[in-house]
């Protein structure tokens, strides 16, 4: 009882004193998923943590006038951002651009043809969450005594109440305010995820926050949590298993699918570059072959653009979402040859990366998503 006594002063003084990097209070009963979220986009989203969003920002018009239009989703945490002010790169940008606090009091995703808008719930210290044994009900914070009152067990969180009954955490609509779709100024639409169910199980939350081996928090302890780090740009291989790469010899060659399990267009950001990877080893010598591209090129006047400047789709080969893409290679097989296939993606394809002046190897680098080998 003493120790939970003490544990409640510590908590309540670290939160008088610190009211703005709110994060560092989540972290107290949350370290596991603190630490995860240190290495997400939602971590690295400002463009002072993104190269990629800082050079398209950098280039962007607005950028003259300081119109930051981005921060609805790049960094919402930010409340100090003014139009006609330059961005500063205070705590909130360089540590929690989009805060444990953003995501988790979105009560409803009002849709919108230009893009969606979260509606935040004006509860205070009210957090949203999802857990399949506890949905419907509410955890508010209280002391239960037992033993006829010689002891007191805490229930529920000291610093919020935790809502299990919003649907929108369990079908993964939450993310939809900002990962939907978007249209730039002239009502033309940049990107969009088009994400179709179908007979599919999975969603945003059981695709993108898998549960993880490890405690949700300190005061109750649990076998696993949503893990909070998976990422695109840092965890690929977390990913991969929502990708199938079949191989098929045919008299004239082979053909390559891809089967897409995602309920959603794989990499739908014009910026970026997917690719198809094949190698062949034969009798000791090795054999690549082209690359096959699959992007979504947007443009104005029959030429590529800046997505801001964009008017029309010039051309679009991604694969849509449950999709089985086959590509038709006309190289012959042979008994003995290994083939090795590799489906990856570029964060910025290379021609646009050198347009927009990005040189980070991060971003430069072909990243590899999946790859099968077959041996014939």
């Keep these: 009882m003493l120790r939970w006594s003490i544990f409640l002063l510590l908590f309540t003084v670290n939160i008088s004193a610190d009211t703005t990097l709110q994060n560092t209070v989540c972290k107290q009963c949350h370290p596991l998923i603190y630490a995860e979220y240190q290495a997400s986009m939602h971590s690295h989203a400002s463009i002072f943590r993104d190269p990629v969003h800082k050079a398209v920002w950098d280039k962007h018009p607005a950028k003259r006038k300081n119109k930051y239009e981005c921060a609805r989703c790049h960094t919402p945490s930010d409340t100090t951002i003014r139009?006609?002010?330059?961005?500063?790169?205070?705590?909130?940008?360089?540590?929690?651009?989009?805060?444990?606090?953003?995501?988790?009091?979105?009560?409803?995703?009002?849709?919108?043809?230009?893009?969606?808008?979260?509606?935040?719930?004006?509860?205070?210290?009210?957090?949203?969450?999802?857990?399949?044994?506890?949905?419907?009900?509410?955890?508010?914070?209280k002391e239960k005594s037992g033993l006829f009152g010689l002891f007191k067990k805490p229930v529920g969180s000291p610093f919020h109440t935790i809502d299990y009954s919003n649907e929108i955490y369990y079908n993964g609509q939450m993310c939809m305010g900002c990962h939907a779709h978007k249209q730039n100024g002239k009502g033309f639409t940049v990107c969009d995820l088009e994400?179709?169910?179908?007979?599919?199980?999975?969603?945003?939350?059981?695709?993108?926050?898998?549960?993880?081996?490890?405690?949700?928090a300190n005061q109750k302890q649990s076998a696993t949590h949503a893990y909070h780090g998976v990422s695109i740009h840092q965890t690929p291989k977390e990913l991969s298993k929502y990708i199938d790469l079949a191989l098929k010899k045919e008299p004239h060659g082979f053909t390559i699918t891809i089967h897409n399990k995602a309920t959603h267009t794989l990499f739908p950001q014009?910026?970026?570059?997917?690719?198809?990877?094949?190698?062949?080893?034969?009798?000791?010598?090795?054999?690549?072959?082209?690359?096959?591209?699959?992007?979504?090129?947007?443009?104005?006047?029959?030429?590529?653009?800046?997505?801001?400047?964009?008017?029309?789709?010039?051309?679009?080969?991604?694969?849509?979402?449950?999709?089985?893409?086959?590509?038709?290679?006309?190289?012959?097989?042979?008994?003995?040859?290994?083939?090795?296939?590799?489906?990856?993606?570029?964060?910025?394809?290379?021609?646009?990366a050198?347009?927009?002046?990005?040189?980070?190897?991060?971003?430069?680098?072909?990243?590899?998503?999946?790859?099968?080998?077959?041996?014939?």
């Design 270 to 352: 014009p910026l970026r570059l997917n690719q198809l990877r094949v190698s062949i080893e034969r009798n000791g010598k090795k054999l690549t072959l082209p690359p096959v591209s699959f992007k979504r090129v947007i443009g104005v006047n029959g030429k590529p653009s800046m997505p801001w400047l964009a008017e029309t789709v010039l051309k679009d080969t991604l694969i849509k979402a449950l999709e089985k893409r086959k590509v038709d290679y006309s190289t012959v097989l042979q008994k003995g040859d290994e083939v090795t296939v590799k489906f990856g993606y570029y964060l910025v394809n290379p021609h646009a």
């Design 354 to 376: 050198k347009k927009l002046g990005i040189k980070d190897k991060k971003v430069t680098d072909f990243k590899v998503l999946t790859q099968k080998r077959f041996k014939l």
């Design 83 to 141: 139009p006609g002010k330059p961005l500063v790169p205070n705590s909130i940008q360089l540590t929690q651009p989009i805060s444990c606090q953003t995501c988790h009091t979105i009560e409803r995703i009002e849709k919108h043809s230009k893009y969606n808008i979260n509606i935040y719930t004006k509860k205070k210290k009210y957090f949203f969450s999802a857990d399949p044994k506890r949905k419907g009900k509410k955890v508010v914070f």
């Design 195 to 216: 994400v179709k169910q179908g007979n599919s199980k999975e969603s945003c939350i059981s695709c993108h926050m898998p549960q993880k081996k490890g405690t949700l």
